[in-house]
């Protein structure tokens, strides 16, 4: 498999429970991101893991928690969401010197 | 504070004809701009970029315009084909020398090509 992929697609959760996202990218890059795409917001850089080091964490809350094993995977770590928290959660690899990033397809989630 | 705007939130075209996407930004150590198309359910696709260092970008059908001193870009599509109806996300990047490429984005800008 190619690209960057993320699982799941779509989730439910509610606010007392704790679920995972999960990135994988089979690019060969070293800098991996996690993006929140809201309704008329920007996307909004949440973290930045460069050589699995986290470089950027952009006043993230603490409910969301990233973890970067190896520069191929990528997690972010949820619990105690609010309903605001619903979202496109986006993953994004790249180099660290490149200017591209390469998007996967992103996890709907939906906090109830 | 948004560095990077995109004003338009949708825009409608006839198809054959050109499509202008605008985006302005704020921050003056911006020096690389990059364009992303995303259809629904999909994640952003990388489309076109330009350098500070240039004013022009054409790849096919699509070319964009840097005017430093507006601070503003656009990117041009002509002519535009229906398949091209999408979301339209403005980024930019820092002049940093290499060190991140922490990619900052606008709202983005529905685009609708009418058959």
């Known amino acids: 498999e190619t690209g960057v992929t993320q699982t799941p697609r779509h989730l439910v959760m509610g606010m007392t429970n704790k679920k995972s996202l999960k990135c994988e990218q089979h690019?060969?890059?070293?800098?991996m991101y996690w993006y929140k795409q809201s309704a008329k917001k920007p996307l909004e850089l949440m973290f930045v893991?460069?050589?699995?080091?986290?470089?950027e964490n952009n006043s993230v809350p603490s409910r969301f928690s990233p973890e970067c094993p190896n520069s191929s995977h990528l997690f972010l770590h949820l619990h105690t969401l609010q309903p605001e928290d619903s979202a496109l959660y986006l993953c994004?690899?790249?180099?660290?010197?490149?200017?591209?990033?390469?998007f996967g397809s992103g996890t709907r989630l939906t906090v109830v | 504070d948004q560095q990077v705007k995109q004003n338009s939130p949708s825009l409608s075209v006839q198809e054959g004809r050109i499509s202008i996407l605008n985006c302005d930004y704020t921050?003056?150590?911006?020096?690389?701009f990059l364009w992303y198309k995303k259809y629904p359910a999909e994640g952003p696709t990388f489309l076109i970029s330009?350098?500070?260092?240039?004013d022009k970008n054409e790849d096919g059908r699509f070319t964009v315009f840097l005017n430093k001193s507006a601070k503003h870009l656009s990117l041009h599509i002509v002519p535009s084909q229906p398949g091209d109806s999408a979301v339209y996300f403005c980024?930019?990047?820092?002049?940093?020398?290499?060190?991140?490429?922490?990619?900052?984005f606008g709202t983005g800008t529905l685009l609708a090509v009418q058959p």
């Open positions: 994004a690899s790249s180099q660290v010197r490149g200017k591209g990033y390469t």
């Open positions: 690019l060969g890059h070293n800098a």
């Open positions: 893991y460069n050589f699995k080091e986290q470089t």
């Open positions: 921050n003056s150590m911006f020096d690389y």
């Open positions: 330009i350098s500070s260092i240039k």
């Open positions: 980024a930019a990047s820092e002049a940093d020398g290499g060190a991140t490429n922490k990619l900052i």
